[in-house]
């Protein structure tokens, strides 16, 4: 019998009193995760809602713009008063960025800014201005996908939900989380890879709070999404059947095209705001830029006009040949490139399966002519490319498998999925890429500086295995002078550190300090791993 078992014997006041507590604990741990999910099925519900106006005013949108180029195609003097519109609706999306630029481009970036700690934005511009000029944008034609910008629409929503219900910190940091996963859920009806990306890419954190709100919220906005567009997966592509084992080697060539593609795509895409400083044109009208450099494509190639969801969908039905292939491959990087780095509202989420897709099937037909592949596996190579693009552009290789594998509807490629995915985020990596939207928000960033003001907050940083924090004290690291190490959660349990408090991978560290200290105090934390490296190199 231990010490503390023996003391509860011989005094029951004790152990009542004890048992009282533990029940308190486990109600109040209980009542916060029953909080957590209904704070995912209000912003869910209203996610799913505003996504799925936003979703189905772009497609809308995108075609009547198709109709107005068959249309001019009859009557070629219709081009003038297009290009007239063009040109004010350019004018006016970039005043919308102009007043509020944090709702230029994807969103992705910002939000993953704001959950950091590095800057916040007010919710109410950013929620109906993206909304506006996200559909004036993405449905006049440009190559633009509706997911980043559903993203931050979602984000918006539930700082919005937070700010109403007078959430700080955490609880607010779970609400943005939160709309960001239901806003891509809507928009891909994908509430499991979803989830995923939020914690993969976005929030960089597994905690049980997060996930088990955003995959509430997801899972809500995909329902609600399902009502507007019904059960059929975005990107249902039949096809024959799996690919098999003996052509596997496939996989790893179309893997490594992809990589190297895909380090392409980062470089031209970061390089993007310098060309369009060339110009020499205020930072607001190059959008103009993008909407009229794009009308030669809506004439001569209506079809390949959008985000790709078409474009891909086609490619299962349709078998163009290679140089036709080729050319789309050419028209939709150029021009996906040219829309973008306009600074418009819209993202690269779609644009980028689009272009993994083409990829997969110029490879496919290449092998086919060379007698080197069936023809009926084609359409399992441009399902197999759009998640090693993304894989290797994003650097979020299970994201990318479960994505694609709730937008097609089968869970039949998951082995060859994850073999393009891993040997196209190798390649990538090999050739010095990082991950895309992790390098945009670098971009937008100027170094961070030491701020003590603010309300009192927390910041949750996981320890890794492999890094220099495991096996060592607590006392061992000089911690910054502005925060505190109040918590050490492993597994289900939280424990409170100690001097002799020996760090293991796998712990998630829980620090406080002010909230706009944040960003910071993260960046030191994460830098001290260096210095031990140095400490013990010597």
């Known amino acids: 019998m231990s010490i503390i078992e023996r003391s509860y014997k011989n005094?029951?006041?004790?152990?009542?009193?004890?048992?009282?507590?533990?029940?308190?604990?486990?109600?109040?741990?209980?009542?916060?995760?029953?909080?957590?999910?209904?704070?995912?099925?209000?912003v869910g519900l209203m996610t799913g809602l505003i996504?799925?106006?936003f979703r189905l005013a772009i497609e809308h949108g995108l075609n009547l713009v198709k109709t107005g180029y068959v249309a001019m195609h009859h009557q070629p003097w219709l081009i003038v008063p297009w290009l007239f519109g063009m040109v004010v609706l350019g004018i006016l999306v970039g005043l919308l960025v102009?007043?509020?630029?944090?709702?230029?481009?994807?969103?992705?970036?910002q939000v993953e800014g704001q959950?950091?700690?590095?800057?916040?934005?007010?919710?109410?511009?950013?929620?109906?201005?993206?909304?506006?000029?996200?559909?004036?944008?993405?449905?006049?034609?440009?190559?633009?996908?509706?997911?980043?910008?559903?993203?931050?629409?979602?984000?918006?929503?539930?700082q919005g939900y937070a700010t109403l219900r007078g959430h700080q910190g955490t609880n607010r940091r779970v609400a943005i989380a939160s709309g960001a996963a239901a806003g891509l859920s809507a928009a891909f009806n994908a509430p499991i890879a979803s989830t995923l990306f939020v914690l993969e890419e976005i929030y960089?954190?597994?905690?049980?709070?997060?996930w088990l709100t955003?995959?509430?919220?997801?899972?809500?906005?995909?329902?609600?999404?399902?009502?507007?567009?019904?059960?059929?997966?975005?990107?249902h592509i039949p096809y024959s059947s799996g690919l098999p084992l003996r052509d596997y080697g496939h996989l790893i060539v179309l893997g490594i095209i992809l990589g190297l593609l895909g380090r392409l795509y980062?470089?031209?895409?970061?390089?993007?705001?310098?060309?369009?400083?060339?110009?020499?044109?205020?930072?607001?009208?190059?959008?103009?830029?993008?909407l009229l450099l794009t009308i030669p494509v809506g004439w001569w190639w209506t079809s390949s006009l959008g985000g790709g969801n078409s474009v891909i969908l086609d490619l299962a039905h349709i078998h163009p040949g290679i140089w036709v292939l080729i050319g789309l491959f050419v028209v939709r990087f150029v021009f996906s490139m040219v829309a973008y780095g306009s600074g418009l509202p819209g993202g690269i989420f779609l644009p980028i399966l689009t272009l993994g897709a083409v990829i997969g099937a110029i490879y496919g037909r290449a092998m086919v002519m060379m007698g080197l592949l069936p023809s009926i596996y084609v359409?399992?190579?441009?399902?197999?490319?759009?998640?090693?693009?993304?894989?290797?552009?994003?650097?979020?290789?299970?994201?990318?498998?479960?994505?694609?594998?709730?937008?097609?509807?089968?869970?039949?490629?998951?082995?060859?999925?994850?073999?393009?995915?891993?040997?196209?985020?190798?390649?990538?990596?090999?050739?010095?890429?990082?991950?895309?939207?992790?390098?945009?928000?670098?971009?937008?960033l100027s170094p961070t500086a030491e701020r003590a003001a603010g309300f009192t907050d927390r910041i949750e940083v996981p320890v890794f295995d492999g890094s220099f924090l495991v096996g060592h004290q607590v006392r061992e690291f000089r911690w910054p002078a502005n925060a505190l190490l109040i918590g050490v959660h492993r597994g289900e349990r939280q424990i409170i550190p100690h001097g002799d408090t020996i760090l293991r991978a796998g712990d998630t560290l829980i620090v406080e300090t002010q909230h706009d200290n944040r960003a910071f105090i993260r960046e030191r934390i994460a830098g001290m791993a260096e210095q031990v490296s140095v400490r013990g190199e010597d």
């Not at 102009?98 to 970036?109: A, V």
């Not at 919220?217 to 990107?235: M, Y």
């Not at 498998?401 to 990596?429: F, R």
């Open 204 to 210: 960089h954190n597994f905690s049980p709070l997060v």
């Open 266 to 290: 980062q470089t031209v895409l970061l390089r993007l705001p310098s060309w369009y400083a060339k110009l020499r044109l205020p930072r607001y009208l190059d959008g103009v830029v993008a």
């Open 11 to 42: 005094c029951p006041k004790k152990r009542d009193d004890h048992l009282k507590k533990k029940s308190k604990r486990r109600l109040s741990l209980d009542l916060t995760r029953v909080g957590t999910v209904i704070t995912g099925l209000a």
């Open 214 to 235: 955003s995959l509430t919220s997801a899972v809500v906005a995909n329902f609600v999404s399902l009502g507007f567009f019904g059960q059929t997966p975005v990107l």
């Open 98 to 109: 102009k007043t509020s630029p944090q709702i230029s481009g994807s969103g992705i970036p």
């Open 115 to 158: 959950l950091a700690g590095e800057f916040d934005e007010p919710w109410w511009p950013t929620l109906w201005k993206k909304f506006v000029g996200g559909i004036a944008a993405i449905g006049s034609g440009l190559m633009l996908g509706r997911e980043g910008p559903s993203i931050q629409l979602g984000a918006a929503v539930g």
């Open 379 to 444: 359409v399992n190579l441009v399902i197999f490319a759009m998640a090693g693009y993304f894989a290797g552009i994003g650097k979020a290789p299970f994201t990318a498998i479960l994505l694609i594998t709730e937008m097609v509807g089968s869970l039949q490629h998951l082995m060859p999925l994850a073999v393009v995915c891993l040997v196209a985020y190798i390649t990538v990596d090999v050739c010095g890429g990082a991950p895309i939207y992790e390098s945009l928000l670098g971009r937008m």
């Open 51 to 53: 996504v799925s106006l």
